[in-house]
């Protein structure tokens, strides 16, 4: 009997099997089957919280990000922003521009000369009578009193900052010489808003209006908005610049002025030596953008300054600079030409005496000009 049923069992499956196979067949012929990939939701919230987080991270508070290339070649200068105006209203006119170096400090130590000749160490600032101390060539950086604040700068900034203006005061002090040097203090204060720069500067009676940054000689202190940070890197270093021209040689040429303080704004640190890199008046091939003007043009262009292209004049400025600094000869004619100016510092030279002080050092000063703008524009070590 066991045997008889096993024998129909398996053909009995079998058929069903097949019966069920066909009315799956024929139920399904003809339908269609979507299967969609799930994809992560995001919400609005989760969006913006991510765009801000990127922000925060390449913001220059942080010190981890630099800026991007739209943001550090954002015009910088406009018509109605004039250093030398502001120069001219609040900046110090002595006729000994700048103050001798009284005494030095290191960690803490002051260190003098007494009436008696004796050098002295404390802990306390020496008293008014103290003799002028000479620094050894060394020491350059004993004529440089900085000081750099700012609520939402960080560490890092501040250091880059101080180590790029300490190479900025040697190499400035490598053209005219630790003679002619004089004692530049400066406070740099970092603004975190526009709102807030230009409420400060007004207070202070400049106008802030197409500027990103002023310098108060009367206050030695320079005021920056807080935007990218290479961009607020550069424009603090900019109105650092003005601060030592101011100290150092006095009132001077607009184009001398702006083109120092354009040539020592891109700055760069390795290994403890400076390099000026000329990155913002540059083509990616490394040949000078636009225009300039020819050494005598932008000489005479003083007395129409405010009323001209200011990124012409500024680009102008910058590569008459970097084309004097490139050469021994070059370097020597812009000494002679700050040495000048120091002489009068409550005053600036005028077209004449300025062509007089460069032909007289310097020749063939205009082919050699032309020559340097048909050339890719080179690093400079300080």
């Known amino acids: 009997m066991k045997n008889s049923e096993s024998t129909w069992t398996g053909p009995i499956f079998k058929a069903c099997l097949v019966v069920f196979s066909a009315l799956l067949y024929l139920f399904f012929d003809g339908q269609q089957f979507w299967v969609a ?26 010190g981890h990000a630099g800026p991007t290339k739209r ?15 502001v120069l001219r209203r609040f900046g110090r006119c002595q006729p000994h521009s700048g103050e001798s170096v009284k005494y030095r ?9 007494d009436s008696n000749g004796v050098i002295n160490y404390s802990d306390q600032k020496p008293s008014r009578n103290a003799k002028t101390y000479q620094p050894r060539s060394s020491r350059v950086l004993d004529y440089f009193d900085l000081e750099i604040s700012g609520q939402t ?12 203006l300490n190479a900025i005061f040697r190499g400035y002090t490598s053209i005219v010489g630790l003679k002619a040097m004089r004692k530049v203090t400066l406070r740099i204060q970092i603004l975190p808003s526009r709102r807030l720069y230009e409420r400060t500067v007004k207070a202070y009676g400049g106008a802030p209006s197409g500027t990103a940054g002023v310098y108060f000689g009367t206050k030695n202190t320079a005021y920056v908005e807080q935007t990218s940070y290479e961009a ?4 603090a270093i900019h109105e650092a610049v003005h601060a030592i021209n101011q100290a150092v040689i006095g009132f001077s040429p607009r184009w001398l002025n702006e083109g120092l303080a354009e040539y020592f704004e891109t700055v760069e640190i390795s290994m403890q030596v400076g390099k000026v890199t000329p990155s913002n008046h540059i083509t990616k091939s490394g ?16 007395d129409t300054w405010q009323t001209s292209d200011p990124v012409l004049l500024y680009r102008s400025s910058w590569a008459f600079v970097h084309f004097l600094m490139s050469t021994s000869s070059g370097k020597q004619s812009l000494k002679a030409l700050m040495l000048q ?3 009068e510092p409550c005053s600036s030279l005028d077209y004449a005496n300025v062509k007089r002080v460069l032909n007289g050092s310097y020749p063939n000063m205009q082919s050699a000009y032309t020559m340097f703008l048909n050339r890719e524009a080179k690093s400079q070590r300080l």
């Open 287 to 302: 040949y000078i953008k636009g225009q300039v003007l020819r050494p005598s043009q932008l000489i005479g262009a003083e």
């Open 232 to 235: 607020t890197m550069q424009t």
């Open 37 to 62: 990939e799930e994809q992560p939701y995001l919400s609005q919230e989760s969006d913006t919280s991510s765009e801000h987080s990127s922000r925060v991270g390449s913001s220059y508070t942080t």
């Open 341 to 343: 100016e120091q002489k």
């Open 105 to 113: 400090v290191e960690q803490g130590i002051y260190t003098w000369v």
């Open 153 to 164: 700068i960080s560490t890092q900034f501040k250091n880059t900052l101080s180590a790029r």
């Open 71 to 85: 943001q550090a070649s954002q015009p910088k200068h406009r018509p109605d922003a004039d250093h030398q105006d």
